[in-house]
């Protein structure tokens, strides 16, 4: 009886650890393939952007860790400020560079837990990006700033705002939605979402790279380039994530002063569309424009659209 047992328990077992095998096997031969599909772009010269503004690279040093962020443009001049989706870092904005350079100040974040700020040991979570977006501005002597944010970087700006109303000049939030509303629909959503995400996540951070590429762009070109920012985001920085608790939160009556712009890909998920239509409707001072073409981030898919668009709305509230 002893004997069958153990037989009935290994069964088991490799019932159990083939499939996940095969599936890991899979995930790998996936991976080989995609990346030698980005290479090969790289060789055709369809991958690369080039930057040509001198960009400085500064750290803000906090207790444990230090957020990493990045300067270039015109220094007497407004400051634009872009701020990243989740996973990403400061190359999400590449193709937004030298556009904005030619005229106003410009500052990508690594926000903490993304691209080369490491929370480490520190207890903070990305709900502490408010603190450190208000100590860069005071360092790089702004008292204003146009703040962009893309998707999570839209949710981050608006809790930021909500802290600092005085430092906004004006918002965009491109693939966001009000943080102040209870979104229930949302949270159910993001959380399936994230599960599945965490899912590939456990088996190869490679795949899920690959996985929120093709979620959040349109484009081939526009993956590879996401895929490419998504480089330094590891398993641990998920814990950082939940500080989103802290900014997704149902606010009365906080209504933005200043102009808000909402954008949204053609090719972005309905629930988003929905969202962005409604935040668009409860504020009086805010445009929302759809761009064709593009997926979630638009400004990776159709850069050339993206910039245009906004470059356009800040100098009309300059």
Not at 244 to 250: A, E, P, R, T
Not at 284 to 298: D, N, V
Request: aromatic share 10%; with cysteine.
């Amino acid at each position: 009886m002893k004997r069958k047992s153990k037989k009935r328990i290994l069964i088991i077992l490799l019932l159990i650890l083939i499939p996940i095998l095969g599936f890991k096997i899979y995930l790998e031969i996936d991976n080989v393939f995609y990346e030698k599909r980005i290479e090969q772009m790289k060789k055709n010269k369809e991958f690369n952007v080039q930057i040509e503004s001198s960009i400085e690279h500064k750290t803000l040093k906090m207790d444990d860790y230090k957020i990493h962020y990045f300067v270039s443009g015109k220094e007497n001049n407004d400051l634009v400020l872009f701020l990243h989706p989740a996973f990403s870092d400061h190359r999400a904005f590449d193709q937004q560079i030298d556009f904005f350079s030619k005229k106003y100040r410009v500052i990508t974040i690594d926000l903490i837990g993304h691209g080369l700020s490491k929370a480490k040991k520190s207890k903070d979570k990305i709900d502490a990006s408010s603190n450190h977006i208000e100590k860069i501005l005071d360092i790089e002597g702004f008292d204003k700033a146009h703040l962009v944010g893309i998707s999570m970087g839209s949710l981050i700006a608006q809790y930021f705002a909500i802290e600092y109303p005085e430092k906004i000049n004006t918002l965009t939030a491109l693939g966001g939605y009000d943080i102040n509303k209870e979104n229930k629909e949302v949270a159910k959503t993001q959380r399936s979402y994230n599960l599945s995400l965490i899912f590939r996540a456990i088996f190869s951070m490679k795949a899920f790279r690959k996985m929120t590429a093709e979620n959040i762009c349109k484009s081939e070109k526009g993956q590879a380039l996401f895929y490419k920012t998504t480089g330094h985001y590891e398993r641990k920085s998920f814990m950082v994530m939940q500080g989103l608790q802290n900014v997704i939160k149902d606010r009365k009556n906080i209504k933005p002063k200043y102009p808000t712009l909402m954008l949204i890909g053609e090719f972005d998920i309905e629930l988003s569309k929905k969202m962005a239509k409604e935040w668009h409707n409860d504020i009086e001072s805010s445009e929302y424009l759809m761009i064709e073409g593009a997926g979630h981030c638009a400004n990776i898919d159709k850069p050339i659209e993206f910039n245009r668009i906004l470059m356009d709305f800040i100098n009309r509230n300059e």
